[in-house]
């Protein structure tokens, strides 16, 4: 018989598949996704988790995380210690940049290199690279990192840097990132166009190592105001929207015109009082004079202000329910936690009695500081510790900024504020050992101890608690965790409050997986008729 022999035309393969009763590939359409903070994408600038979220759409993390935070292979296709000081990395073989340049063990150095040398960095990736001492490329697939001491959550540190082009960055700066001319990475999405505060657009990677994204296209819109992203998803001007406050997410629900998502969060938020400052301009007496000492320097004030907090009233009504109160530096979910420590209820006889007999039996005056567009109803949750802090019989004053002024401020040798609400995300550690190590740890700029220590604490029997735990590799690992938690949480260097959900929307044609870190990253997105 003679071979038949078609025409390869796209039509005509359309055409034979619907004769064949086939359906015909789903296109997606491109992909808006509204994200509520400007972005950077220099991916060694700023490390806060706008810019982070934004590094996924075009970069890998050195180490993988999946959406539950579990550290998964991706270009680092495995990694093994072999001794306590030193690990093994192996590099996934075939992957290439945007600009198809090979991806090899030298770009693995090179980003090492660079992390700690941005000049100018506000907030340095640095604490990801603590105890790094030496990377050594072994061949062109092989990298091993040496420790200055044992260090088990290396790997999970690692999920935060972005591994760059040597060939693209090498003499770069963070402004040939902006204009895209640096901004070469090994992820899912290549960059179209970066439009400052706006956002970006950004192009499918065809030759992506991995699963390709769902969608061909996608832009990133920055919607600072939560009720004009909510707008904008109903009108249908964008398809995805992150950060829903909790009352909007109930009220999305009900209506059922768009589809909610949600997954509990790894960040804590908690209270941070400035303990560095002998005197803050911002803390007056009763009569509202200026204080000549800072009475949050004083453990029993720290105490009064913890038993002050109704947590479970903070969860449920600043939080609409979309929060779970915690006296505790980790989730639930996370190595260390406590089942045996419920969040502390407030008791506002005792808070009085523990301020009397600091010499405040009248109370004092101090203002309470809080970004009000970074955190799920930042602003909303300032004014009721602000009343919290007002039935104890202080003369709390609420002030809240944008994050683009609320940080800058509160950053080491600059804070004035004090009192202030911070939230730290946990997943590169998945247990007590990060928050414990940068925010209770005394500052120490070459062991990358204390980079989110804003209040300035520092108590060098904590410090010695806290060294001796992080490093162990045994299996009193967690034991000591937990018990060098409970240390810190008695010297309330910050008041934990509670644990976050987060929220997302999406129209109803989209699928969306929410990740526990809370960044919002297109790649999880999928048309809802082909989400698995």
Same mark, same amino acid.
């Given at each position: ?15 034979? #598949?619907?004769?064949? #009763? ?38 890998? *993390? ?27 990395l192996k590099l996934r073989r075939g992957v290439t940049f945007q600009d198809g340049s090979p991806f090899t063990a030298e770009d693995v150095a ?6 700690? !040398? ?21 061949? $062109? ?46 992820? &899912?999405?290549?960059? !179209? =166009? ?16 991995? !699963? ?12 600072? =105001? ?54 803050? $301009?911002?803390?007056?007496? +009763?009569?509202?004079? $200026?204080?000549?000492?800072? $009475? ?37 979910q996370f190595a260390g936690y406590d089942p045996d420590f419920p969040a502390p209820r407030a008791d506002l006889a005792e808070a009085r009695r523990?301020?009397?007999? +600091? ?67 946990? *997943?590169? *550690?998945?247990?007590?050992?990060? %928050?414990? *190590? ?21 108590? &060098?029997?904590m410090d010695r608690i806290i060294d001796a735990a992080i490093v162990r590799m045994d299996e009193g690992r967690e034991a000591a965790l937990r ?11 910050? %008041? ?37």
């Open positions: 018989m003679p071979r038949l022999r078609f025409p390869r035309s796209a039509t005509f393969l359309v055409l034979l #598949g619907l004769a064949l #009763g086939l359906a015909a590939p789903a296109r997606a359409q491109p992909l808006t996704v509204g994200v509520q903070a400007p972005f950077g994408i220099d991916p060694h600038f700023l490390f806060v988790g706008p810019n982070m979220a934004a590094a996924r759409h075009i970069y890998d *993390s050195l180490i993988n995380r999946d959406p539950e935070s579990r550290m998964v292979p991706g270009i680092v296709q495995s990694w093994q210690a072999l001794d306590e000081t030193t690990w093994e090179f980003t090492l290199a660079r992390v700690p !040398e941005v000049p100018n960095n506000p907030g340095p990736y640095t604490s990801n690279l603590r105890t790094l001492q030496d990377v050594q490329v072994v061949d $062109p697939y092989t990298v091993r990192l040496v420790t200055d001491r044992p260090n088990p959550t290396l790997m999970g540190q690692l999920t935060n840097i972005f591994v760059v082009s040597k060939r693209a960055a090498e003499g770069a700066s963070t402004a040939d990132f902006t204009s895209g001319k640096a901004a070469i990475g090994t992820g &899912p999405f290549r960059l !179209e =166009n970066f439009r400052g505060a706006e956002g970006m657009s950004l192009a499918r990677n065809e030759d992506y190592w991995g !699963e390709k994204a769902a969608y061909a296209q996608v832009s990133l819109r920055v919607i600072g =105001n939560d009720a004009a992203r909510i707008a904008a998803l109903l009108s249908g001007d964008v398809d995805l929207i992150e950060d829903v406050a909790p009352t909007d997410a109930a009220r999305l629900e009900r209506e059922g015109q768009v589809r909610v998502f949600k997954r509990n969060s790894d960040r804590i938020m908690f209270l941070i009082p400035n303990v560095g400052a002998e005197t803050l $301009p911002l803390l007056t007496d +009763a009569q509202g004079q $200026p204080l000549k000492e800072n $009475p949050l320097r004083d453990l029993r004030v720290r105490r009064a202000l913890s038993l002050a907090m109704d947590r479970q009233a903070l969860a449920e009504r600043a939080m609409d329910g979309q929060a779970v109160a915690t006296g505790q530096m980790v989730p639930q523990l301020l009397a007999e +600091a010499g405040y039996p009248d109370g004092f005056g101090l203002t309470v500081g809080c970004s009000n567009n970074r955190f799920v109803n930042d602003g909303r949750v300032c004014q009721v510790v602000g009343q919290m802090l007002a039935r104890l019989g202080l003369q709390a004053k609420v002030e809240t900024q944008p994050g683009s002024v609320f940080f800058p401020r509160t950053v080491h040798g600059k804070n004035d504020l004090p009192l202030m609400l911070y939230g730290l995300s946990l *997943s590169s *550690s998945r247990d007590p050992s990060y %928050i414990l *190590s940068t925010s209770v740890h005394t500052r120490n700029v070459a062991q990358a101890f204390g980079q989110g220590n804003r209040g300035a604490f520092s108590d &060098p029997a018990s060098a938690m409970h240390a810190a949480i008695g010297r309330f260097p910050i %008041i934990p409050l509670y644990n976050q959900v987060t929220i997302a929307a999406g129209r109803k044609s989209v699928e969306y997986t929410p990740r526990m870190d809370e960044q919002m990253v297109a790649y999880h997105a999928h048309p809802a008729q082909a989400a698995r």
